[in-house]
């Protein structure tokens, strides 16, 4: 859209994989990226200052949790979810969707919306399509994402169809919403932008479909693929993803939602997407599993005990560069918060720094042989899985 803050530009391409840039208010991501998740304004044993200093560009939050804790109304008296959490650079909030579906026995859908118990004090809440747009409006993140409709990964055909079909009718419903806020906020702050979810489950037609429904909806500043990574088999979702490389606009950013395990970012970005984002580096930060060129390292294994090298000789970050695998094996054993600061921090570098890689690939166009060589490596030699 003419003059809208908001753009993409393709700069190389190697088969459907593309090298960009997503243009917002905040400044540039160059795509495919690498989200960090900080759920409640925060990622987790992490300061701004390391994120920034790792290469990060974009983050995510959460709108139910920030919802629940501190509240949305705190969170625009502070100035806005950026100032609040004090990072400058582009963010995105999700809808929280998904956790609501998640609150199994504490959860009752509507057309209307999803009434819920807060999981933190039990309180009784309730989500719409028009009340999740005023939420995400007030926290004022950079892209906003709809509210949809959530389910497993591996959900039967009438199931998906029915969770699809609603998504599509909520998002005309945010849509018309998102629309009448921009109006009355104008000039009020940042502008923002909303990206619609491709559900459908494990089915082309209901995926097909989807994507079709929303590209008819409105001229979209990118577009969200959502329900996957949520209990499918992997070749399930890559199938997935190869039906939305050519369902979706070419000339759009594409977002995968919550998918953010190393194979996972490799294989997304060749079938054609953009954006991810996952708990995954600094959950698994905070319980002593690292990530590394060779495989996934439990710190915690006593064969570490006494071994001087760092998590990955191939790593440049602070924690590679400074500290032994047997000294973050004697924090973890010691239940010191350093050790999940630096597991942490090591997991959201190896991230981004395998992003950057994808990136050169893509410019070289190699993608494709550099892939086969960074998975056989990372799955034939494991470092640790004990």
């Known amino acids: 859209m003419s003059g809208s803050p908001f753009g993409f530009t393709i700069d190389a391409r190697d088969g459907r994989a593309r090298k960009g840039v997503f243009r917002t208010p905040h400044g540039d991501v160059d795509t495919p990226a690498f989200?960090?998740?900080?759920?409640?304004?925060?990622?987790?044993?992490?300061?701004?200052?390391?994120?920034?200093?790792?290469?990060?560009?974009?983050?995510?939050?959460?709108?139910?949790?920030?919802?629940?804790?501190?509240?949305?109304?705190?969170?625009?008296?502070?100035?806005?979810?950026?100032?609040?959490?004090?990072?400058?650079?582009?963010?995105?909030?999700?809808?929280?969707?998904?956790?609501?579906?998640?609150?199994?026995g504490m959860r009752t859908v509507s057309e209307d919306g999803v009434a819920f118990q807060s999981h933190i004090d039990g309180s009784r809440r309730l989500f719409t399509p028009e009340i999740v747009m005023a939420l995400e409006h007030t926290l004022g993140a950079d892209v906003i994402m709809q509210f949809d409709h959530v389910i497993p990964g591996e959900s039967v055909y009438a199931n998906s169809l029915d969770a699809s079909d609603r998504s599509?009718?909520?998002?005309?419903?945010?849509?018309?919403?998102?629309?009448?806020?921009?109006?009355?906020?104008?000039?009020?702050?940042?502008?923002?932008?909303?990206?619609?979810?491709?559900?459908?489950?494990?089915?082309?037609?209901?995926?097909?479909?989807?994507?079709?429904?929303?590209?008819?909806?409105?001229?979209?500043?990118?577009?969200?693929?959502?329900?996957?990574?949520?209990?499918?088999?992997?070749?399930?979702?890559?199938?997935?993803?190869?039906?939305?490389?050519?369902?979706?606009?070419?000339?759009?950013?594409?977002?995968?939602?919550?998918?953010?395990?190393?194979?996972?970012?490799?294989?997304?970005?060749?079938?054609?997407?953009?954006?991810?984002?996952c708990v995954a580096p600094t959950r698994m930060g905070r319980t002593g599993t690292a990530f590394t060129s060779e495989g996934r390292l439990n710190v915690r294994n006593v064969k570490f005990r006494t071994d001087p090298a760092p998590l990955d000789g191939r790593c440049n970050c602070s924690t590679c560069a400074r500290f032994t695998r047997a000294y973050i094996r004697h924090l973890f054993v010691s239940e010191e918060a350093l050790g999940m600061h630096l597991l942490s921090l090591h997991n959201v570098h190896f991230l981004l720094a395998l992003m950057r890689d994808v990136r050169s690939a893509i410019a070289a166009g190699s993608l494709d042989a550099w892939s086969e060589r960074w998975l056989e490596r990372y799955h034939l030699r494991p470092v640790s899985t004990s």
């Open 35 to 104: 989200m960090a998740v900080g759920t409640g304004a925060t990622v987790k044993a992490l300061d701004p200052n390391d994120l920034r200093a790792m290469g990060a560009q974009m983050i995510l939050a959460n709108a139910y949790h920030l919802h629940l804790r501190p509240g949305e109304d705190v969170v625009r008296a502070m100035g806005g979810i950026q100032r609040f959490m004090a990072w400058d650079g582009p963010m995105l909030t999700d809808s929280g969707g998904f956790q609501v579906f998640s609150l199994e």
């Open 168 to 277: 599509l009718r909520w998002l005309e419903r945010c849509l018309r919403e998102h629309g009448r806020l921009q109006v009355l906020e104008a000039g009020a702050g940042y502008p923002q932008t909303l990206f619609p979810i491709v559900q459908g489950g494990a089915h082309a037609e209901l995926r097909r479909a989807a994507a079709s429904a929303i590209r008819s909806m409105h001229d979209w500043d990118g577009i969200a693929i959502g329900g996957l990574s949520v209990g499918e088999p992997k070749p399930a979702m890559y199938e997935m993803l190869d039906i939305m490389s050519d369902a979706l606009p070419e000339e759009k950013p594409r977002y995968l939602m919550g998918v953010g395990f190393p194979e996972d970012l490799i294989e997304g970005a060749r079938r054609g997407v953009d954006l991810f984002d």
